[in-house]
């Protein structure tokens, strides 16, 4: 798997868009990369979710290192995250340390994305008859 995210800066916010999933396979290089940033005055990291589908505890682990070794005390907002991965993150208590917004244009590429990713990953096929139509 490739690293599956993008890091950029805009003064003092940091935006992190994820991808798919962060797991085991991606986080440790993501750690690496948010590492670049320590000591930096990083007032705000945004996690872009509108992709995101899976979360493990290796992708946990980066968010509470944001939370305890990127600039200080920064505020992290996640943006469009799907409904498990707020139950995820509220399991483990942090969702009293990040706020959840969500981008209203990014939420219906993301719902659209997922539509077709689940369209061609399982044999649906959907058709429309009219009252009265036999097969």
Known sequence: MENDFIVSIKGTTLTIEL???LATANSPALTEELSKYRGQDITKVVFDASRLQILSSSG?????????????????????????????LEFVGLTKTI??????????????KVLEDYAANNDVVCYQMKLGQED
């Not at 706020?99 to 659209?112: D, G, P, Y």
């Open 99 to 112: 706020t959840f917004e969500e981008n209203k244009s990014k939420l219906i590429l993301r719902q659209k």
């Open 60 to 88: 946990i682990r980066v968010i509470f290192f944001v939370n305890q070794r990127i600039g200080h005390n920064p505020e992290i907002v996640f943006v469009n995250c799907a409904k498990e991965i707020y139950e995820s």
């Open 19 to 21: 991808g798919k999933e």
